[in-house]
């Protein structure tokens, strides 16, 4: 599986963006996908993650900002990303996976960058 996310950029304090990611190859070995960020100095977390079911996670830190979406049919996910603050830049990260009962995930994008100006 190859992993491809793009919509990174610079935005203002309060401002939205949202970020893609399209998945190819042996995609029927997914069952989850999920955005994970990390920032300078600082260790990867999960923002969000979404199962093939639907069942959806955030990061308290993005609740009610944030929504996690993907359109099974075109292999894609998305992140909107609204009311975005100066501790959300980070360098963000597109994963799938493959086991609903670890939290790992198997496959990776390339990051694309946030950032986010006071």
């Known amino acids: 599986v190859q992993l491809q996310a793009s919509g990174g950029g610079l935005v203002q304090a309060g401002g939205s963006l949202i970020l893609s990611c399209t998945a190819s190859?042996?995609?029927?070995?997914?069952?989850?996908m999920g955005w994970y960020r990390q920032a300078p100095g600082k260790q990867r977390e999960l923002v969000a993650g979404?199962?093939?079911?639907?069942?959806?996670t955030y990061a308290d830190s993005v609740k009610g900002r944030f929504t996690i979406s993907r359109h099974n049919a075109k292999n894609t996910m998305y992140l909107h990303m609204n009311s975005l603050k100066p501790e959300d830049t980070a360098v963000y990260y597109c994963?799938?996976?493959?086991?609903?009962?670890?939290?790992?995930?198997?496959?990776w994008g390339q990051g694309t960058q946030v950032t986010v100006s006071s």
């Open positions: 190859g042996t995609t029927f070995t997914i069952n989850k």
């Open positions: 994963a799938a996976g493959r086991r609903l009962t670890s939290r790992e995930y198997d496959y």
């Open positions: 979404q199962t093939n079911g639907g069942f959806t």
